[in-house]
Structure formats: C-alpha cells, structure tokens
C-alpha cells in the first residue's frame, strides 16, 4: 500500500504541475492578446482624430482611477502596447517548426500568415514569450528580423528574461555563426550546420575583469572559475569535461587548455586558448590534439571531434589559407573580456613589487 500510495501522490503531481503550466500558458496568450488589442486600439485612434502622445498619457491615468486594483496598465507599459502592435502589425507569425528553429539561418524561415482583421492569432509565436521578454526585445532590436531571432531562440533555449537580456546586450545574432571555419568541407551536413550555428565570433567573456598582460593560464582557470557564465557564452549543448585535460600520446602526456563535449553534436569539442595573434601552427597543434582525441576518446558511435582556436586577435586571410586544406574540423574565433580600470592598474602593485614586500617577512 505504501508503494501504490506513493505513485498515485507522485502521478497527481506531475497532473497539478502539468495543469499549472497549460493554465499560465493560455493567461499569458489572453494577456499578450489583450495588450495587442490596446496597441492596435490606440493607433487606430490616433490615426483617426490625430490624437498625439498625450492621450496615452491620459489613458494611464483614466484607466487607473477607473480600475485601481489592476495593474499593467501605466503610461510605459501603454506606450510598449502601443509599439507591439505597431512593430509586427503587419507580420502575423505563427509557430514555426522544430527544423525551423534548427536550421543555420532561422531569419529565413520565418512562416507568415495574414490574419483578416489584425488579430493576433493563438499559434503565434509571439504568444510563446511572456510580456516582459517581447519589452526587452522591442528595447534592443530595430528590425523584425533581430526581433524573431531573439523571439526563436528565447522559444528554443527556455531563456529567462535576465539570460535573454544578456543575449540581446552580447549582441548575439551579430555574432553567431560568424567565425571562420572549415566545418561544411570536414563534416556531414547536419553537423556542419549545427557547428556552424554553435560558432560564435568574437566571443565575449565580460563576465571577467582581468588586466592587460593576462597569460593563458590565468584565463582559463578565470573561465573554468566562472564555468556557468562561460557555458552561457559557449551556447546550449556544452558540457565541461576539464582543463588542462591530460592526453597520453605514446611516452609524452599534452594537455588540452578545454575540454567539453557537445551533447548535441555528440562529439568532444577541443578549446584551446592563444593570448596573441592567431598563428598557423596553432591550427597544427589543434590538428593534433583532435587526431588524439577521435583515437583516445572518441567512439564509434560519435561524431568527429572538433577544435575552437580563441585568441586575442586575427589576420581573415592568414586563417582562410590555414584553413583551406585542414583535414579536421575547425573554427577560429576572436575573444574580448573586461579590462582592469587604468587608474586601478595604476595603483595596482608590480609583481617584482609583490615578490620585494613577501621577502621582507
């Protein structure tokens, strides 16, 4: 009986919990709905008696001693309603499909429909985002097509709003699939296309405050320090596996500055990390690393190993010739992070004058 019992309370929970997500699914649906209707309202009005700013103004204040226990209704939160509407007025958007989502360039899968009358349907994507996700996104993005990029991907990664913030602050859709690599001739189509989405350039580790001179070492064990923020940065898939992962190559033992495994991609994914210029014998050394990696650790179930070169700076064509006949699957991506202050570099002490102060105790 204890057994029996304890399953029925288990499947009741997952019912509730089941019952509550459908039922803040429709209120955010009739709510978005809702606030459609007042942008659309309050256009059509303007448009008609050439009413200016000010009414919006009076709304709010109208509305407020009309309905003073209902909140969502301020001047801001009027004037967002009324840019709702206004900025997709004339693009209905419906739920787009799984492969939709997934394929390289979602900007140019976008399923439009015209909806008589201007109603915003259910199956709209913009009813999958709460309110305050479509406010963020309407801040930050000028064109509907950074709009429904950021709108798709909140939908695919269950961003919350802070995460989605940070995307939109990142400037993510400049940088997403935008670094130099050699996936589409070293990897089959599916995977190349997933690894090129996955590549980012630069790639922005403002999460760290470090000074000019860093060295390798310091930044990979500041990224492995902020391993949340970085997985953040790398993008959804990334697993950690470790740094400075030791690999046994006959009688000598390397080391991988970042080890992770996509668990999409299912394959390992080397990350090695170059405080200069970009170099092409960096890309040997990745060479290298990954024919290991698919010969240690790879299995025959996985996909090829791939490499990510992240360094300080690089010369576009220096990497494309690199590149040109690299047999295994590679990208080349430029980093930036937050530097010291100079006025606290200024004050800060020298390491000889750290290492004088020790040897006077």
């Known amino acids: 009986m204890e057994k029996a019992y304890t399953d029925w309370i288990e499947y009741l929970k997952q019912k509730i919990k089941s019952a509550q997500l459908k039922a803040s699914i429709a209120v955010n649906e009739e709510l978005l709905r809702l606030y459609w209707d007042i942008g659309k309202s309050i256009v059509e009005k303007q448009e008609a008696f050439a009413w200016g700013s000010k009414i919006v103004e009076q ?213 090695d990390i170059k405080m200069g210029e970009f170099e092409p014998e960096h890309a040997g050394k990745m060479n290298y690393y990954l024919s290991a990696i698919d010969n240690l650790l790879k299995t025959e179930k996985e996909n090829p190993s791939i490499g990510i070169i992240l360094c300080k700076s690089k010369d576009s064509l220096d990497v494309e010739y690199t590149l040109q006949d690299m047999n295994k699957p590679m990208g080349i991506s430029e980093f930036t992070f937050s530097e010291l202050p100079k006025t606290i570099r200024q004050n800060m002490p020298t390491v000889e004058e750290l290492e004088n102060e020790l040897s006077r105790l």
């Open 59 to 271: 709304m709010a204040k109208d509305l407020k001693r009309e309905l003073p226990d209902t909140h969502g209704f301020s001047r801001t939160n009027l004037f967002a309603m009324r840019k709702f509407y206004s900025f997709y007025k004339h693009q209905d958007m419906v739920q787009p499909t799984n492969e939709q989502i997934k394929n390289t360039d979602i900007r140019e899968n976008i399923q439009l429909v015209h909806q008589a009358g201007g109603q915003l349907p259910a199956d709209s994507i913009l009813c999958k985002i709460p309110w305050r996700h479509h406010v963020a996104i309407m801040s930050k993005c000028s064109t509907l097509t950074e709009a429904i990029f950021y709108i798709q991907h909140t939908i695919h990664n269950n961003w919350s709003r802070n995460v989605l913030e940070i995307q939109l602050e990142s400037n993510l859709i400049e940088r997403q699939g935008k670094a130099q690599n050699n996936f589409e001739l070293t990897l089959p189509k599916p995977q190349s296309n997933l690894a090129q989405e996955t590549l980012k350039d630069p790639y922005k580790f403002d999460f760290l405050t470090l000074e000019t001179n860093v060295q390798e070492l310091d930044l990979e064990r500041n990224l492995t320090e902020n391993i949340t923020q970085f997985l953040l940065e790398l993008g959804k898939g990334f697993a950690f596996v470790g740094r400075q992962y030791p690999l046994q190559v006959g009688n000598k033992e390397r080391r991988l500055d970042l080890l992770f495994y996509h668990i999409k991609m299912h394959c390992y994914v080397v990350i």
